[in-house]
């Protein structure tokens, strides 16, 4: 289209000249059915009708929107980020383990159907694994532990214990001192005074000052055990003894953690012989043969005065008498004990273990090793 004032080309489109803003299009180019008008009714004549103002019927529509499909327009749908669903399942897993903490509390803590059960007198007792049963070892009393042990084994009622027994002894700490108490397999316990025996740990029951519970630390195997308290000779004295036996172990043996140690026997009587002269006047008897130390046994001599001669490793133990400075004894071995002694007289102060000693007339026992040189 060329526009009438500046003759530039415009295409057909153009209301406006491209150059100079002239008026290109006329109203005489647009297509007549935009100048259409409807002629004039008249009174003796209908109203025209046109497709514009038609109005169809409701269920009346154009083949030609046969494939038509209405729409309804509608928002998305904000989804929650993974971040926000991560957060909400840590939250629920934190609510879930909080109520079973609190579940668990008061069942095993305010329930009172899991109370602990304890001894009511003074004794030796196996806890049951759940805490709730208390099976008490009973007691027997020896003259002789070699006998003892002997009668023990053969006893088929002996109280069962676990691999990992809940042990707990109640005492007034005068009947069973705690120091002179001993874990003793029976069948190590041999006429010679040679016996072998298992550390335990003891530790206070909360609130209970009297009671200690008893832990082996590397457990125990199958067989059979007594707590004992040996006073005296092995084969002469006032032995108790606290049996019990362990059928079921993971344990194959308990060698490696059994140590050896030996107790005092009874010394032999020895027989005064006696040689008279002819003459009737003469009658001296010949002094008894001295006794022989015993094989392996070291010499040693006692540095003080007045040294407690004790039937066990521990100042709890009975004395047997005293020994005086300078006299010579024969070392058997020591215990693996170590207790703590602070001298009246000098005020010195040790800590030494036991030494198990024969005096030169063969009497056995235990002394204090700090006294020893």
Same mark, same amino acid.
Not at 255 to 282: F, H, L, R, Y
């Given at each position: 289209?060329?526009?009438?004032?500046?003759?530039?080309?415009?295409?057909?489109?153009?209301? +406006?000249?491209?150059?100079?803003? $002239? $008026?290109?299009?006329?109203?005489?180019?647009?297509?007549?059915?935009?100048?259409?008008?409807? =002629?004039?009714?008249?009174?003796?004549?209908?109203? !025209?009708?046109?497709?514009?103002?038609?109005? !169809?019927?409701?269920?009346?529509?154009?083949?030609?929107?046969?494939?038509?499909? %209405?729409?309804? #327009?509608?928002?998305?749908?904000?989804? #929650?980020?993974?971040?926000?669903?991560?957060? !909400?399942?840590?939250?629920?897993?934190?609510?879930? +383990?909080?109520?079973?903490?609190?579940?668990?509390? +008061?069942?095993?803590?305010?329930?009172?159907?899991?109370?602990?059960?304890? %001894? @009511?007198?003074?004794?030796?007792?196996?806890?049951? %694994?759940?805490?709730?049963?208390?099976?008490?070892?009973?007691?027997?009393?020896?003259?002789?532990?070699?006998?003892?042990?002997?009668?023990?084994?053969?006893?088929?009622?002996?109280?069962?214990?676990?691999?990992? =027994?809940?042990?707990?002894?109640?005492?007034?700490? &005068?009947?069973?001192?705690?120091?002179?108490?001993?874990?003793?397999?029976?069948?190590?316990?041999?006429?010679?005074?040679?016996?072998?025996?298992?550390?335990?740990?003891?530790? %206070?029951?909360?609130?209970?000052?009297?009671?200690?519970?008893?832990?082996?630390?590397?457990?125990?195997?199958?067989?059979?055990?007594?707590?004992?308290?040996?006073?005296?000779?092995?084969?002469?004295?006032?032995?108790?003894?606290?049996?019990?036996?362990?059928?079921?172990?993971?344990?194959?043996?308990?060698?490696?953690?059994?140590?050896?140690?030996?107790? /005092?026997?009874?010394?032999?009587?020895?027989?005064? /012989?006696?040689?008279? /002269?002819?003459?009737?006047?003469?009658?001296?008897?010949?002094?008894?043969? =001295?006794?022989?130390?015993?094989?392996?046994?070291?010499?040693?001599?006692?540095?003080?005065?007045?040294?407690?001669?004790?039937?066990?490793?521990?100042?709890?133990? /009975?004395?047997?008498?005293?020994?005086?400075?300078?006299?010579?004894?024969?070392?058997?071995?020591?215990?693996?004990?170590? @207790?703590?002694?602070?001298?009246? &007289?000098?005020?010195?102060?040790?800590?030494?273990?036991?030494?198990?000693?024969? $005096?030169?007339?063969?009497?056995?026992?235990?002394?204090?090793?700090?006294?020893?040189?």
């Amino acid at each position: 289209m060329i526009c009438p004032n500046c003759q530039t080309f415009n295409q057909s489109e153009n209301v +406006f000249c491209v150059n100079c803003g $002239t $008026t290109v299009s006329q109203a005489a180019d647009l297509p007549p059915t935009q100048f259409f008008q409807s =002629p004039k009714a008249t009174t003796d004549q209908a109203p !025209l009708k046109s497709e514009e103002t038609a109005v !169809l019927p409701v269920n009346q529509f154009d083949p030609s929107m046969a494939n038509f499909t %209405p729409s309804v #327009p509608h928002s998305a749908i904000r989804q #929650p980020s993974k971040n926000k669903k991560l957060f !909400l399942l840590i939250g629920a897993a934190a609510g879930l +383990f909080l109520l079973i903490g609190i579940i668990v509390f +008061f069942v095993l803590v305010k329930n009172p159907t899991g109370t602990e059960t304890l %001894p @009511e007198h003074l004794g030796m007792f196996i806890q049951s %694994p759940g805490k709730d049963k208390i099976t008490e070892i009973r007691k027997q009393d020896f003259a002789s532990a070699v006998e003892g042990a002997d009668k023990l084994l053969n006893n088929d009622g002996l109280t069962i214990a676990e691999e990992n =027994p809940n042990l707990i002894l109640y005492s007034d700490g &005068k009947d069973v001192p705690l120091n002179d108490l001993r874990l003793i397999r029976l069948d190590t316990i041999k006429p010679d005074g040679n016996l072998k025996q298992l550390d335990f740990q003891a530790a %206070p029951v909360e609130n209970k000052t009297e009671m200690k519970r008893i832990r082996i630390p590397g457990g125990i195997a199958v067989g059979k055990y007594a707590f004992a308290i040996l006073d005296g000779h092995l084969d002469d004295g006032k032995h108790k003894f606290w049996a019990f036996e362990v059928k079921n172990s993971a344990k194959s043996n308990s060698d490696a953690d059994m140590k050896s140690t030996t107790v /005092s026997i009874k010394p032999q009587q020895n027989t005064k /012989s006696s040689e008279t /002269s002819t003459n009737p006047t003469n009658t001296a008897t010949q002094p008894s043969a =001295p006794i022989a130390p015993p094989p392996g046994a070291t010499i040693r001599y006692v540095s003080t005065t007045d040294v407690i001669f004790r039937s066990g490793p521990s100042q709890s133990a /009975s004395a047997r008498g005293k020994l005086s400075a300078g006299q010579k004894v024969y070392v058997l071995g020591y215990s693996s004990n170590y @207790e703590y002694f602070q001298s009246k &007289k000098t005020g010195q102060s040790f800590n030494s273990n036991y030494a198990e000693v024969q $005096t030169e007339n063969g009497r056995r026992g235990w002394v204090y090793a700090a006294f020893l040189r």
